[in-house]
């Protein structure tokens, strides 16, 4: 049955109009990956001398044992934003005598499928290979590797759970992000425990005690069960579809954006749409997750200004960035409905404007704590909240215009996720480089405060000129206004 | 009021649309039958502007539809739930439409209280989001929403497919008066014989993209449509009688 549901989705996968895109994203993604697993094998082989040379007056075993946790812990936070979840369109197959277990069984073994679950071995089995078998024995060192093999699988499942569940509620994702931090803050920045010494308490003794290897084992089968039992738990209509029974829902109004007539009626309606559905919610939630990002490279002094800008373009433009991204195709199931009704196309776009505006003011408002940090900070973020508005929403709005892919936010959550996964990070590279080749090459000659001056100051100029761009985009939407309703179309 | 030209459409060699030529005049009421796949969904939307066709033109009021939008101001339609914006509710939905034609929400809520019978208290204050209605009760919001915006034309593709007996008669009955009280150019498509044939006067039926009979409804138009749909059938009595 798994590969049958296997031949399915490729079927699905060439057979979509956004083949040819998705292609390219998966190219560059391939390549990025393959350099990374070459830098991660470098570093396994070379891990004795690194770790030596890293912590000189500690015992090369007790250091490896010590940053095992650590990295796992790494790892988590690094999955929760980049691992994709696994999809099948499971409704065709619900009323078929298909076993709801092998359905269930093919999400949670296409799960295994990520690369996140071969670094740590690439990482840490060429050293215990070199180390620890040839010290303590090769019935130690397979302990390591079951133990390592245990830990992935309880990260890989412990990680798609949460994903999973943050997809119905935003803010378990913020939550559990916010608990990593916090977790890794404790010990670097408070000093209240060593993870590494917690680490090394458990694989010290594993040497001596190869049985403990089942430990971790035992959890990783344990997360397997209970992310098996919640997809099986969801396979129902009512969860995989949004037709349930809820309570009553009231019309609202927002009496700020009455003001901007008719543009103020569709920024108003979208505003509805990200509001009212969960997968637009979570976009927005998420979004607050990013904010963290400035307590992570401000508490530590090794990141330069560099980070600042990027930091500060994260934080104050993260919904336009992620939100961004996917634009139009939030309302794809109802764009004939848009195109055939008195909606001047300019009009649309300058609720866009407007409701970017407004949701990147909000960010940049709740960033301003961060002057703790120094005025400096607080400069650098207007000036990137600046950047955002003005050349970021801009850009979106151009690349909206080259999307044809249908966004079905009537669907359930659980089973269909197109948020935050390594692909999106492609799309949005270009946003974020941009600021790079300007701040780049100045900074890198002396001339920081010019670097930030010229970005400001082009900001402003997108900003001043936005009737123009508006302009611009309404001749280019009206290229590709068939294409886009026609991808649109297609379930 | 429409006027199409050489209209031709087709998909990797298909042609679903082949339409050389076409009037309808101002206060007809036009009923478009054909079995799946004859073209009638593509054609009405590439009246709507929401299709680029292959070849050829349509012309609303003598107007190229393609690259205009003034016929947005009097023309009005509903072809599918992809016309409704469906996390909003039914309310806010009329409010947000009426506000595009630049009718307050006093004018909306006047109009709206005089389609409660249409309604038959489903659709106003139920608490829900139009994407919570079933499909029936989403074409009453997209009908209605129609005749809000108190068009010159109005195309609507197979309303009667998902609403309940009691609401089919009540559209044929307000889709006359529009035509024949307003004035209202009508354009409707449907699957149900008996329907289009008493609301239209005259009917258009496709036949793989083409218009193959253009007849001015009379007493034995319904005959003639079940004798070419009822395909190895035995013809209605009425018909073996005549004959």
Redesign the interface.
Known sequence: MTTTFLRHELKAFWRSKNTGKSIAIRVVMVFMILYLLLCVLAMGFFLNEILEKTFPHDDVVVSFCGIILLYFLVDLFMRLQLQELPTLRVQPYLQLPVKRNSLVRYLALTALFSVFNLWPFILFVPFIVRIVASDSGSLAALAFVVSIAGLTAFNNYFALYLKRKSNLNGWIFLVAAGLIVLVGLGDFYWHFYSIRNISFLFFGHLINHPALALVPVGIGVVMYYLNFAYLRKNLYLEELGSRKAGKYKSSTEYPLLNRFGSVGDLAANELKLILRNKRSRSALIMGLFFLFYGLIFYTNHHYGEGWKIFVGMFMTGIFIISYGQFMYSWQASHFDGLLVSKINFSDFLKAKYLLFTIVSTGFFLLTTPYVYFGWRVLLIHFVMFLWNIGVNTTMVLFFANRNYRRIDLSKGAAFNWEGVSGNQWILSLPLVITPYIIYGPLAFFGHANLAVAILCIIGILFLVTRSFWIKQLEADFYTKRYTIAEGFRNK | MIEIKDLKKSYNGVTVVNVPHLEIKQGESVGLVGNNGAGKTTLF?TI?????PDSGEVLLNGENVA?H?NW??Y?A?Y???????????P??YFY??G???QFNRAHVDDYLSGMADFFNGEILKK???I??LSKGNQCKVGVVSCLL?NPELLMLDEPFANIDPSTQFRLKSLLKDLNKMKGVTTLVSSHDLNHITDVCDRILLMEKGKIIKDIATNSSTLNELEEYFGVGQIIGTATALRE
Not at chain 2, 48 to 52: A, P
Not at chain 2, 79 to 89: K, R, S, V
């Open positions: 939307r709507l502007d929401l299709i680029r690259g939008e947005k101001n023309t339609s072809l599918d739930e992809g016309f409704l914006i469906d996390y909003l509710t309310e806010e947000f439409i506000g595009l034609h608490g829900k989001y994407r919570d915006q």
